[in-house]
């Protein structure tokens, strides 16, 4: 009998530790983020030619997932944005890096004769 207790209190023991385990490893994914862009468009020759230069952001791991589609306005004021565009990246780092290139830096020139708008990233939640 004895031994059939030790085997079970060994076997809840390492459940415990394998779930506390998983647990940390979680805590150390990073989380999704999303570069967000609302606009409208001044120029919109001008605006075609940022869209041209901007450095794909698939070098950064970004993975576009709204640009420029159907805006509908649910709550809160009456015009939304005419232009959004929503890319997904791994981590705010790898956000961070695609928004901070060079190559972006430069095309947000174009950005801001052509258009009025903000941008941001904001991080998302665990998968």
Known sequence: MKTSYKFVLAMIGSAAIGG????????????????????????PDLYRKFLSEEPPNSQFGGRQLVRGGRVIAIEGESTPPPR????????VEAAQRWALSPGHVEAMKLYHQAADGRTFIVEGVAP
């Open 20 to 43: 506390l385990a998983v647990q940390a490893l979680h805590a150390q994914a990073k989380l999704p983020a999303y570069f967000i862009s609302e606009a409208t468009i001044k120029d």
């Open 84 to 91: 959004i565009a929503i890319v997904a990246f791994e981590s």
